[in-house]
């Protein structure tokens, strides 16, 4: 096999210099974002300021032992959006879940066929790397059967980029409406952590973290605080929020963390992972709307509730797209948990069973 020319990105130095540097830019975008009024200030602008600094050059570091504490904060805000409430209308769910595998065998499809006969890229390549979820489990299905594996981390890390920074503008476009500031949307929170709050936040989001992680559940920093916190909301135990300032710090370093990724990429890279990505992710974009749109006439469920569940970003970018238009979270949510689900438990076994049968389909390009 011959050897990819593909370069990977050189990560810098993982000098606290290089963390600060990333955390004072991220600051000025979140700030900037913020000033402005823009939706979900502290993570774009973060993310906008530090991908840019990346492709400039800058030297952007963010220790990967960071993003897992930040995740279990908003695991913990999303579940404080679940409540009794939302046992009254669990019935219209079941439709749209029922649709979740359709969009997913068809949004993989029509990905699939594009990275292998317009891109050309690998068989194993383009089968993982068009899958919408599951980044780290895609990527290392992909190379344990011969695929690139920094190819598929690029597209399926693109591909969240290009949600995040896109699905604002797509909303406004169908729905007319722009997502506000998270922490100016009416939040029940402080902006201040009171020693209850805090202490609610901490046992929720550590014991969950732990909970999940015993489990094996998928993302368990994010999943298990949000499961846990889900729990203690809709069984009334407490209706603690998360203070604002936790939740504005971990969209910062969310946002800090995945655009500092890119650092050390080569122009030649980026361009083209980011077009095969750009292509993609369009795809699933405009196939979600779709699937939302027929739903909407099947069940009546609000269109902008539908349009989250199916947009092929992460669970926590998201559904914290969904806080800031006060959409139905625990909705989102759930059909995110499925979606991801369904792809790291049946994908690998689809394409042992039927990836010989597409092999000998490519020999006959």
């Not at 300021?49 to 220790?63: E, K, Q, T």
């Not at 650092?263 to 979600?288: E, K, P, V, Y």
């Not at 238009?325 to 039927?354: D, G, K, W």
Request: glycine fraction near 10%.
């Amino acid at each position: 096999m011959a050897k990819s020319r593909f370069q990977p990105p050189r990560p810098p130095g993982r000098s606290p210099r290089n963390v600060l540097l990333a955390l004072a830019l991220g600051v000025c975008g979140g700030a900037a974002f913020f000033y402005l009024h823009l939706p979900l200030a502290w993570m774009m602008g973060s993310l906008a300021f530090c991908l840019l600094g990346s492709l400039a050059g800058l030297p952007l570091h963010m220790p990967r032992n960071i993003r897992p504490v930040m995740l279990a904060l908003i695991g913990v805000l999303l579940g404080s959006n679940f409540d009794p409430s939302l046992f009254d209308r669990i019935e219209s769910w079941f439709v749209s879940l029922s649709f979740l595998g359709l969009f997913i065998i068809a949004g993989a499809t029509l990905c699939y066929l594009f990275l292998r006969h317009v891109a050309r890229l690998p068989l194993p390549t383009a089968f993982f790397g068009a899958l919408p979820g599951g980044l780290a489990e895609m990527a290392a299905f992909g190379e344990s059967v011969g695929g690139d594996i920094r190819k598929i981390i690029l597209l399926q890390s693109f591909r969240i980029l290009i949600v995040v920074l896109t699905l604002p503008a797509v909303l406004w476009l169908v729905l007319g409406v722009w997502p506000a500031p998270l922490v100016d949307a009416g939040s029940q929170a402080a902006w201040w952590p009171g020693a209850a709050e805090s202490l609610w936040l901490l046992v929720t989001a550590g014991v969950g973290w732990r909970l999940a992680l015993l489990l094996r559940l998928h993302s368990p920093a994010l999943i298990g605080p949000m499961l846990l916190s889900a729990v203690i909301h809709l069984t009334g135990i407490s209706a603690f929020h998360p203070p604002l300032l936790f939740i504005a710090g971990a969209q910062l370093v969310m946002g800090t963390s995945l655009g500092s990724g890119f650092a050390g990429m080569n122009h030649r890279d980026f361009g083209t992972s980011i077009l095969c990505a750009g292509a993609t992710t369009s795809i699933l974009i405009l196939l979600g709307l779709a699937f939302a749109w027929v739903l909407v006439q099947l069940t009546g469920l609000p269109l902008v509730d539908l349009m989250l569940a199916f947009a092929p970003g992460g669970l926590s970018e998201t559904s914290l797209v969904a806080l800031s238009l006060q959409a139905t979270v625990s909705f989102i949510a759930v059909h995110h948990v499925v979606r991801v689900f369904l792809i790291t438990l049946l994908a690998p076994l689809f394409y042992l069973r039927v990836g010989g049968g597409l092999k000998q389909q490519g020999r006959g390009d």
